[in-house]
């Protein structure tokens, strides 16, 4: 302890010296206090915000009303209600401090035994050393025992854990081996079961209730509701990944960006109305092989500026309006030619228009020629585009140009031409780069899945329940891009993101992810 000194022998620097100390010391406790302060009232807000939407989601899910959507739609409101729930619980147990959650009542949850029929493999932990620290040799006294329902694409097996009991006679010391962490502590699910349920659903497109029969006929009773509080609780643990996989992507100079329309329904409510899925991704011709989804209530344009927030690059798109404020702010505008010839090709496909017909056919050479370079690098796919492809481009130009002229405005033949005349300088900015695309059909190749998928689910059940299916979808996607199998894929990081450094989130990728050898006794 510091010996507090006499200030009566003191001079008078000393104490003005001792008093700035003081002074200094009191402001950085009080700074310090403010932060407390400051962060103790965030939390409260968002457990306050937390609790407020558990609130109203178990009113909607145990308070229904008489005007209710037919079965299936039922259901399926049913598991994204309880995936909500499951979400915004593991939210809150991240948001609490110690205090508070041993302050929450504790539950035990009732389950059924799992069938004894099922294989079972013997997984044992046992400590490292079992000599106790006052010198004497452990004597083994026992065992726990818990059990885990793993899959494996076509077959049900249970992972019997056994931790081992050592005591130390001489001194009662009790040794046993640490639970390994998991992505849902204390539950029946292994990261396979759960990598099984999220790829079913995100990319076979099952709903749960049909994953609740598919596993009722194999023997084995799981509920719609926990299969939608494991997903729940899955789609908080993987966004980290997510939020990483955005940045990389955000890296990159030239990307794509396209939407499509998703129907939403806000639980309680009869009716639904008009979400949207954005996505994001690099170009065939990149190094990184990555797609980003991003679910938000609207196509208003603030939905991209803020996903793409201060990225400058080249961004391939249609000619929807809202990005084009984006393109104010440092951001270069890449027209997609594809959508240039379809206005070209429906005009043929209606009246069998020549016109059209020559226009196709000089897009048809540019397309060409892009065939040709695919599989070359950058600078000489731009030196081909600029010897072969911008004399035929510019050729197009000027036919497109003499030919306006001789047909009457409001014509299907003029909105053709004018579609492209009007966008020509960012339908040719692709002539200038080699590692910029033609058009913008590689993105929405990547979007495909959302349309598959909106036939068997009809709808999202919240914005939620969507962020978070954009989140799960993302990791999919991208791990199939980069020619992993999504269950593989998924079964490891869900193994592995327990006991992740937050500083190696990057190795979880999929562009970066290579499989963990298993380590099972």
């Known amino acids: 302890m510091t010996q507090r000194p006499d200030i009566n022998q003191l001079s008078a620097d000393q104490l003005r010296a001792l008093a700035t100390e003081l002074m200094d010391s009191l402001d950085a406790k009080d700074q310090a206090l403010g932060r407390k302060e400051r962060e103790l009232v965030r939390r409260n807000a968002v457990i306050e915000k937390l609790t407020h939407e558990v609130a109203i989601l178990k009113r909607h899910k145990f308070a229904r009303r008489s005007e209710q959507l037919d079965a299936v739609q039922g259901k399926l409101l049913d598991e994204l209600i309880d995936s909500d729930l499951a979400a915004i619980e593991a939210e ?46 452990l004597k083994r006294i026992g065992e726990d025992v818990s059990e885990k329902l793993d899959y494996v694409p076509g077959e049900f097996t249970v992972e019997r854990h056994i931790r081992g009991k050592w005591a130390c006679n001489q001194c009662e010391t009790l040794v046993q081996a640490p639970v390994p962490p998991q992505v849902i502590d204390k539950g029946i699910p292994t990261a396979g079961l759960l990598a099984q349920v999220l790829v079913a659903k995100y990319a076979d497109h099952l709903p749960l209730y049909r994953q609740e029969r598919i596993f009722g006929r194999a023997g084995l009773e799981i509920p719609r509701s926990t299969l939608a509080e494991w997903v729940g609780a899955c789609g908080v643990q993987l966004q980290p990944l997510v939020d990483a996989l955005r940045n990389a992507l955000l890296e990159h100079n030239v990307l794509h960006a396209d939407e499509t329309p998703v129907s939403m329904l806000a639980p309680g409510k009869k009716k639904t109305h008009k979400a949207y899925v954005w996505a994001y991704c690099t170009t065939p011709f990149s190094d990184l092989k990555a797609t980003v989804y991003d679910f938000a209530p609207s196509r208003a344009g603030e939905h991209a500026r803020t996903f793409l927030g201060d990225w400058q690059g080249k961004l391939v798109c249609d000619d929807y309006a809202g990005y084009k404020a984006g393109f104010g702010n440092g951001i270069t505008e890449i027209g997609c030619m594809a959508h240039a010839r379809r206005k070209f090709y429906d005009l043929h496909e209606a009246n069998k228009s020549e016109l059209a017909a020559k226009a196709l056919d000089y897009i048809g050479g540019l397309y060409e020629i892009e065939r040709d370079t695919k599989d070359l690098p950058p600078d000489k796919r731009r030196k081909i585009r600029q010897t072969r492809a911008k004399p035929l481009a510019d050729a197009l130009h000027q036919w497109m140009l003499a030919h306006r002229q001789k047909v009457p405005d409001g014509s ?72 992993h199998d999504p269950y593989a894929y998924l079964k490891d990081v869900l193994t592995r993101l327990p006991t992740q450094k937050n500083n190696a989130i990057n190795e979880l990728l999929p562009h970066n992810w290579t499989p963990a050898i298993p380590d099972k006794v």
């Not at 991240?94 to 997984?123: C, G, N, S």
């Not at 349309?451 to 969507?466: D, E, I």
């Open 412 to 483: 299907g033949t003029a909105k053709a031409l004018d579609y492209s005349l009007k966008r020509w300088a960012a339908l040719t900015r692709y002539l200038d780069d080699g590692s910029v695309p033609i058009d913008n059909n590689w993105v929405e190749n990547q979007i495909r899945p959302w349309a598959l998928g909106r036939s068997n689910w009809l709808f999202a059940g919240s914005l939620r329940s969507g962020q978070r299916a954009a989140a799960v979808m993302t990791l999919i996607q991208s791990a199939k891009l980069n020619a």
């Open 92 to 137: 809150l147990d991240q948001a609490m401090t110690e205090e508070q959650k041993a302050a929450q009542p504790k539950q035990k949850p009732k389950r059924t035994p799992l069938p004894p029929e099922l294989p079972r493999t013997l997984i044992h932990h046992e400590p490292d050393n079992t000599h106790c620290q006052c010198g004497c040799q």
